[in-house]
């Protein structure tokens, strides 16, 4: 069964915005920080931002400080990653994690953005 289902990427010019979400479908990881990593081709894996699927303490990358949100909706057991002011540098496959040592991923979603 599909634990994380992502959704939300797709193409966008350089200063648009995107909104990704990351969905505990099994309602298990209430209890666990839930992350957003990014990967570019050739490029290693690269923490986005963070923060508690139950409060709020948010943690954000320099690199996207600023500029990307994170938001929860805990009726839908959903975090969001709202992207703005993409530049692309920002283009990479986004995919959410957490549980146990944050061991739980999501599928990953392409954001792509054109200069």
């Known amino acids: 069964q599909v634990q994380l289902v992502e959704s939300g990427g797709g193409l966008v010019q350089a200063g648009g915005s995107l909104r990704l979400s990351c969905t505990d479908s099994?309602?298990?990881?209430?209890?666990?920080?839930m992350a957003w990593f990014r990967q570019a081709p050739g490029k290693e894996r690269e923490f986005v931002a963070s923060?508690?699927?139950?409060?709020?303490?948010?943690s954000y990358a320099d690199s996207v400080k600023g500029r990307f949100t994170i938001a929860r909706d805990n009726d839908k057991n959903t975090i969001y990653l709202q992207m703005n002011s993409l530049k692309p540098e920002d283009t990479a496959v986004y995919y959410c994690?957490?549980?146990?040592?944050?061991?739980?991923r999501g599928q990953g979603t392409q954001v792509t953005v054109s200069s």
């Open positions: 994690a957490t549980g146990p040592e944050l061991g739980v």
């Open positions: 099994t309602r298990t990881f209430g209890a666990y920080v």
């Open positions: 923060d508690w699927w139950s409060g709020s303490s948010p």
